[in-house]
């Protein structure tokens, strides 16, 4: 397998415990599908990667390195639902979850790697794969992109000053890694929020601090708004019986304009819909809802909340299942400050509840977990629903579409 200057260094490195800080698209994956090839060449070994699920697995290596196998004629055996791989020297290659953690208990390992780290629990590490590895002084590499220093893997990069002789500690970016050009880097600045960026391409450990909304500024992001036409609405909306939330904006090309919301204590879907009728008669509404709506049930004749929206003439787009949680925030906090220095998201002052949340929405302390018990979540969500559809990266499925418009709808989502 070819490898840049760094994932050789990596490679090559003999140290039992190996911790790998880069950037986005840096060649973490493929120097970890190298690892696993290079720890399984001696005969019955057992081999795992494991990341944040099983879903995880299989979508970023599954295919990857079951070809590549295939092409050295080491393969003796695949199984397809337990993502393992047998080789002809008696070695196995598995693939592992780390949802249920507990699940992989009682295991004897020879090697682990641990992808994306900093989204896999701290207590996966200590309490299951570490003890597994002690019978047979298995080794383990951990890549990952930071996650602040509050995550556990900050702790974990500072074990080689504690330990020289078992750990080893890199960090590079993602230029270095050499596989995205410098351009598409500058490019990418327009996108994100500064502290983002060099979290995600620069590799640094970024403090975000405890607000979720960490680029949101109050002088900055609210304004007297210039005059807007209310042709066209986009709302952002998230269901809860108390309160059910929406945001009322308008789009003038790249820029959102927050110039309403709505928070309804006791009520349902069907009086959301009634109000946004009573405030913007003339609108054309396109809402852009909580994905679960699709299935949600909130009537007696088995309406969902989507099918409630969509017969009251909304446009309805959502995608059908959530995005990643840590994507959504990465999105809106990209448009409420860049990393250029730009900002795209502005807020009407009357809007007190959607300033109220993007100002004291926190992560749970000593975590990158928001705080879903603060109760200031709602019209966070309300808003990052809307704004991730608008923003966001394209997803392979299609929006939900009300039956009645004769025209297809089409994703804003650029190609990835």
């Given at each position: 397998m070819k490898l840049s200057r760094i994932q050789s260094e990596v490679a090559q490195d003999t140290h039992r415990f190996k911790c790998v800080i880069a950037g986005r698209r840096a060649g973490k994956t493929w120097l970890a599908m190298r690892e696993l090839c290079y720890q399984a060449r001696e005969p019955n070994k057992l081999i795992w990667y494991i990341t944040s699920s099983y879903r995880a697995a299989k979508m970023i290596l599954w295919k990857e390195i079951k070809q590549r196998l295939i092409d050295l004629n080491w393969v003796s055996k695949i199984n397809e639902s337990e993502l393992t791989i047998t080789l002809d020297n008696g070695s196995q290659i598995c693939l592992k979850g780390a949802e249920n953690a507990q699940s992989l208990r009682g295991i004897s390992l020879s090697y682990c790697v641990i992808d994306e780290a900093a989204l896999v629990s701290e207590d996966t590490w200590k309490e299951v794969i570490r003890p597994a590895l002690a019978d047979q002084q298995g080794g383990a590499m951990f890549i990952t992109t930071p996650l602040g220093k509050g995550n556990w893997t900050f702790e974990l990069f500072q074990q080689e000053k504690l330990d020289p002789i078992n750990w080893r500690s890199w960090q590079f970016t993602t230029l270095e890694g050499g596989f995205v050009?410098?351009?598409?880097?500058?490019?990418?600045?327009?996108?994100?929020?500064?502290?983002?960026?060099?979290q995600e391409f620069l590799a640094s450990w970024e403090n975000m601090g405890q607000q979720v909304a960490w680029a949101f500024n109050r002088e900055k992001n609210v304004i007297d708004l210039p005059q807007l036409s209310h042709r066209n609405l986009i709302v952002g909306a998230d269901f809860n019986v108390s309160p059910i939330c929406a945001c009322v904006m308008v789009r003038e090309k790249d820029v959102l304009y927050v110039i309403d919301e709505i928070q309804m204590y006791s009520s349902n879907t069907n009086e959301l819909a009634n109000e946004i009728k009573v405030r913007y008669p003339h609108s054309r509404i396109t809402i852009m809802p909580d994905p679960s709506g699709s299935a949600r049930k909130t009537s007696a004749n088995g309406q969902t909340d989507h099918t409630?929206?969509?017969?009251?003439?909304?446009?309805?787009c959502a995608p059908r299942r959530h995005d990643a949680v840590r994507d959504r925030i990465n999105i809106l906090n990209a448009r409420l400050c860049s990393a250029d220095g730009n900002r795209h998201l502005f807020l009407s002052k009357r809007c007190k509840y959607t300033i109220n949340s993007l100002e004291k929405y926190c992560f749970?302390?000593?975590?990158?977990?928001?705080?879903k018990d603060s109760g200031f979540d709602h019209m966070f969500d309300a808003l990052s629903y809307a704004v991730a559809w608008e923003f966001g990266l394209k997803r392979d499925l299609p929006p939900v579409r009300p039956e009645r418009w004769g025209s297809k709808v089409a994703s804003p989502y650029q190609q990835i």
């Open positions: 050009s410098e351009e598409e880097i500058e490019a990418a600045k327009s996108d994100m929020s500064e502290a983002q960026f060099r409630i929206l969509q017969n009251a003439g909304f446009r309805v749970k302390p000593g975590t990158q977990q928001p705080d």
